[in-house]
């Protein structure tokens, strides 16, 4: 049996968590959907995530700190963020910072794929 890469979703927002996966496995990915950045910090998935999903706006760690973090920790995993607010809400720099995109909600399932594709082509 072939393994599916494993996308991970971190986005507070319960309608993303629960629709987006279920997007990504439509994809053909596995998929696994987190609350907030200490929950993913906290799970053993980590290892084993070849891109992740992250919401800029998360409360408490936001998604570029839990993107710093993780790098601090050795784990180099392309991430797409995604936001609902703005261009100009944007960081200054996070694509600079590693990130492979960023796209705004709602998106295309083809705005996705790009990005999914743009993201995994080294994998």
Known sequence: METRALIIVVDDDESVRESLPDL?????????????GPELLASADIGA???????????????????RELFERGHLIPTIFITGRSEK???PGLLDEGAIDCIFKPFSEQDLRDALDAALRGN
Request: glycine letters at 12%.
């Open 89 to 91: 809400s944007i960081p």
């Open 49 to 67: 995530a070849k891109c992740l999903i992250l919401d800029i706006g998360l409360p408490g760690m936001s998604g570029p700190e839990l993107q």
């Open 24 to 36: 990504l496995r439509e994809l053909g990915f596995a998929a696994k959907a987190f609350v907030s």
